[in-house]
């Protein structure tokens, strides 16, 4: 009997990060949040391994927001995927397995909030995050049906206002007053890259959209639109954001590792024929800063902090354990592109 209930446990959990979409966000939204919290830690000169409760904090905080946007989708859009031809996680299943499975991730933020309720600036932000992707998702208000409201919607909600908390999670801890220049640049840079990604995002499923008479902002404009937006307003804005970000931090390590990111894209595109975009899906492409942003700057900020306090040598190892993939599949490219490396840094000889 109790083998029978440890089963039924593991089935429940299965089905829980199945449902989930983990796989989807973990590394992709998660490090460069916590890239963020690193960042703001070098800047106020605090040793990242005095911070783990706020680390732990943060994590615990963000993933049920992660889980509770991915279950939204697929309980929001079931008609439309059904109409899509699209699959959905959500389609089929009983009310009494969809109500826990929404309600567990929004009881845990509530509780995070309550944990937060004497720092204003802290709960608002964190709670904005959440009402931000709800009011993309949930009729009848749904923003990702509204054009360019749902892209602020989704950007806010994704990337502004979850990186907004790792940065005051870490004066709530440190009792820092907040540092509006720092928190300016952060929020330009977060802003601007969600806008970027919710354009991949929608394009990617444009398809699916029109088929199913969604308005996303993808469907009301050609792709070109969106490609314009981003070459000429989305993406200096956050190369501004990140330019002040890079001053601002105090080191210079995440600088000079974004020069040997970009001889990395160099050499994908030359050797390998790759394409770097900013938002627009093509065959045998990448997102221009993704692995910057995923691996170079996280991986930068953290062997940074070590350097000034060596027991932060544990929070990279724990980064590196939570967050393998984007950084074993950069290093393969590095390995297999070590000869064309090689040939550049004899030339500069």
Known sequence: MAASAIEQVRAAFRRLV????????????LVPIFAIFYATALRTGIPLWTLWPAALALMGALVPGAIYVSILNDLTDQEEDAAAGKPNRMAGRPLWQKLPMIMLPVAAGLLFGLFWWGDLPLLL???????????????????KARGFAGIIADACGA??????TAVLLVWHQARLAIDVEWTAAVALWSLAY??????WHQLIDVDNDRAA?????ACRH??????ALARHMVFPLEAIGLAAILFLMGTVLPALLLLGYLVLTQRRVARWGMKAVLVQ??????IIL?????VFLPLGLLVAAVLTHPLDLAVLAVHLVLFPNRIRLVFKDMWRLRHSFSRIAAKGV
């Open 18 to 29: 199945a449902v989930s979409r983990s796989g989807e966000w973990w590394e992709y939204k």
């Open 125 to 143: 932000a964190y709670l904005s995050a959440w009402i931000a992707y709800s009011f993309y998702s949930l009729p009848p208000i749904r923003l």
């Open 159 to 164: 990337h502004l206002f979850p990186t907004l």
């Open 194 to 199: 969600g806008v970027r990604g919710i354009f």
């Open 213 to 217: 008479g969604v308005a996303t902002f």
């Open 222 to 227: 050609q792709p070109e639109r969106l490609k």
């Open 281 to 286: 899906p093509e065959p045998r492409y990448f």
């Open 290 to 294: 993704s692995d910057y942003y995923d």
